[in-house]
């Protein structure tokens, strides 16, 4: 990836249910830029709404800088409404295996219309936490890039990704995109 233009943003990790464990290609990216940081939550085993939110926009709050995020699973949902809700600083979304929001009953509470900023939805074909149709429908609502990567479960730990590298090329993608200032293609 290249770090270089990584290095104008400030990349937030916004993990989902339980937090991201040592394997989970969030914290493996973390350990490989030390300068990304992880939003955390109060309780990560409740999946609130609008307390995971109010923690992404207490994050972003915190350093205006350009900033990217890197979202996964209810963390997804969190990053897309508090971005709808303030897209101040917000240069790009990457929103991997969004959680299903009908499976929580918050569908009307998320935008329903485009993500003020680039954004890129990626899903698996065998996600247990997301039909991979519903997650297509998902990223056409918010005018989100679609990759659907095949068979990779929920795109966790148990997933084998490892450092996950085609999921940094896409958050490099995002820098690129908002560094050029060119649209992100659909």
Same mark, same amino acid.
């Given at each position: 990836?290249?770090?270089?233009?990584?290095?104008?943003?400030?990349?937030?990790?916004?993990?989902?249910?339980?937090?991201?464990?040592?394997?989970?290609?969030?914290?493996?990216?973390?350990?490989?830029?030390?300068?990304?940081?992880?939003?955390?939550?109060?309780?990560?085993?409740?999946?609130?709404?609008?307390?995971?939110?109010?923690?992404?926009?207490?994050?972003?709050?915190?350093?205006?800088?350009?900033?990217?995020?890197?979202?996964?699973?209810? !963390?997804?949902?969190? =990053?897309?409404?508090?971005?709808?809700?303030?897209?101040? #600083?917000?240069?790009? %979304?990457? +929103?991997? &295996?969004?959680?299903?929001?009908?499976?929580?009953?918050?569908?009307?509470?998320?935008?329903?219309?485009?993500?003020?900023?680039?954004?890129?939805?990626?899903?698996?074909?065998?996600?247990?936490?997301?039909?991979?149709?519903?997650?297509?429908?998902?990223?056409?609502?918010?005018?989100?890039?679609?990759?659907?990567?095949?068979?990779? !479960?929920?795109?966790? =730990?148990?997933?084998?990704?490892?450092?996950?590298?085609? #999921?940094?090329?896409? %958050?490099? +993608?995002? &820098?690129?995109?908002?560094?050029?200032?060119?649209?992100?293609?659909?």
């Amino acid at each position: 990836m290249g770090a270089a233009l990584l290095s104008n943003y400030r990349v937030l990790v916004v993990p989902g249910l339980s937090n991201s464990g040592e394997e989970h290609w969030q914290s493996r990216w973390q350990r490989l830029y030390p300068g990304f940081e992880r939003v955390n939550q109060q309780d990560w085993e409740t999946p609130n709404l609008q307390a995971w939110r109010a923690n992404v926009d207490r994050v972003r709050q915190e350093d205006r800088r350009p900033t990217l995020i890197a979202a996964h699973s209810f !963390g997804s949902l969190a =990053s897309a409404l508090s971005v709808a809700e303030d897209p101040l #600083g917000v240069e790009g %979304l990457l +929103l991997v &295996a969004p959680a299903d929001p009908d499976k929580f009953g918050l569908a009307a509470r998320l935008p329903q219309g485009p993500l003020p900023c680039p954004s890129i939805v990626i899903a698996s074909s065998t996600d247990p936490w997301m039909d991979i149709g519903k997650a297509r429908e998902w990223a056409a609502r918010w005018g989100s890039r679609f990759i659907d990567i095949g068979e990779r !479960g929920h795109i966790n =730990s148990e997933s084998g990704l490892g450092d996950w590298i085609f #999921g940094q090329q896409q %958050l490099q +993608l995002l &820098a690129e995109t908002a560094h050029n200032g060119s649209p992100l293609s659909v």
